[in-house]
C-alpha cells in the first residue's frame, strides 16, 4: 500500500481524511486508482489531457517527481506520496 497525503482543499473528495492508502505501480497508476476510490479527484489533479496541472506538485518520499520520472514514477510498498498545491502570491 503506499500512503499518500491529501492536501486541505481535496479532502471534501475523501470524505475529510488527510491520508489514504492506495495500491498503484506508478504515480499515474496511483492518481487512477485514487479516482476510482475517490471521484473528482483525477479532475482536480489532471488536465483535460492527463498532464498534471501546472500548480500540483506531488513528492514521492519528500522527492519532487518533476525531478524524477514524473507520473513515471515508480512506486513500491510503503511509499509516501504528498499532493501539494502549489501557493502563489505575494509582491
Do not use: W
Not at 498503484?24 to 488536465?47: T, V, Y
Not at 522527492?63 to 502570491?89: H, M, Y
Request: with cysteine; proline share 5%.
Amino acid at each position: 500500500m503506499i500512503k499518500v497525503r491529501i492536501p486541505t482543499p481535496l479532502r471534501p473528495l475523501t470524505k475529510g481524511q488527510g491520508e489514504v492508502e492506495i495500491v498503484g505501480a506508478s504515480i499515474d497508476e496511483l492518481i487512477n486508482q485514487l479516482d476510482s476510490a475517490h471521484p473528482g479527484l483525477k479532475g482536480r489533479l489532471c488536465d483535460e489531457k492527463g498532464e498534471l496541472r501546472r500548480f500540483v506538485n506531488i513528492y514521492v518520499n519528500e522527492e519532487d517527481i518533476r525531478f524524477l520520472q514524473g507520473k513515471d514514477t515508480t512506486l513500491k510498498d510503503g511509499d509516501e506520496v504528498s499532493i501539494v498545491p502549489a501557493i502563489a502570491g505575494g509582491r
